[in-house]
């Protein structure tokens, strides 16, 4: 029906979205970032790439330390969807017993973007 289909519209844009960012997160990955401090790129600095700042977003998951957990919650704080709707993931796939208070606060604050309170 067409209430369906307009109910899956944003979920089908956020994958494909999602895809895109991905894979050009991806393109570079050879010069491998290893350490924390190397990532300069700051994921709340709306000025900034979103590619730049999504590589960064899913170096900081696969490092998956104390600071790491605390530069992906500066994310959360972008202006971008996109970004925060990623944040939100990585910190629910990262697993960290500090992410349960913040995602739970994203899931109860109704002004969130639905998609990032969906991932949240």
């Given at each position: 029906s067409g209430s369906a289909s307009r109910q899956m519209a944003p979920r089908r844009h956020m994958w494909v979205l999602r895809c895109w960012c991905l894979i050009s997160a991806l393109v570079g990955f050879g010069t491998r970032l290893s350490?924390?401090?190397?990532?300069?790129?700051?994921?709340?600095?709306?000025?900034?790439?979103?590619?730049?700042?999504?590589?960064?977003?899913?170096?900081l998951k696969n490092q998956g330390d104390d600071a790491a957990f605390h530069k992906l919650t500066d994310g959360l704080r972008s202006?971008?969807?996109?970004?925060?709707?990623?944040?939100?993931?990585?910190?629910?796939?990262?697993?960290?017993?500090?992410a349960i208070p913040?995602?739970?606060r994203i899931l109860n604050d109704e002004s969130e973007h639905c998609i990032v309170r969906h991932e949240a």
């Open positions: 350490k924390t401090p190397h990532l300069t790129v700051g994921l709340s600095d709306d000025s900034a790439p979103i590619a730049g700042r999504m590589r960064t977003l899913f170096e202006d971008s969807v996109l970004l925060r709707h990623e944040v939100a993931y990585v910190l629910g796939q990262m697993q960290h017993r500090r913040l995602l739970t």
